[in-house]
């Protein structure tokens, strides 16, 4: 699944949903589906370029195994 994350935040928004997707075009499909849903009213989407800091794997590996600051993905709402 494309949705790999999903939170309830405070703020101006209600939920953060973090999407992994193969490419720009694969996002551009998940985000559809997601806005099309009858229960979302607005999106705001950021795309993340580069991890600053990654904790969620033990040994500081990014989640390509290739050492920090290599990861590419993308989110609907993501904050560090």
Do not use: K
Request: glycine residues 10%; hydrophobic residues 40%; without cysteine.
């Amino acid at each position: 699944p494309e949705v790999v994350n999903a939170a309830t935040v405070t703020g101006t928004s209600d939920a953060i949903l973090h999407v992994l997707a193969r490419d720009m075009h694969h996002l551009e499909q998940a985000l559809e589906r997601i806005r099309t849903s009858a229960a979302i009213d607005r999106t705001e989407s950021i795309v993340v370029l580069s991890d600053l800091i990654d904790r969620s794997r033990p040994d500081g590996a990014d989640r390509a195994g290739r050492g920090s600051g290599s990861a590419v993905g993308g989110g609907d709402h993501r904050r560090v």
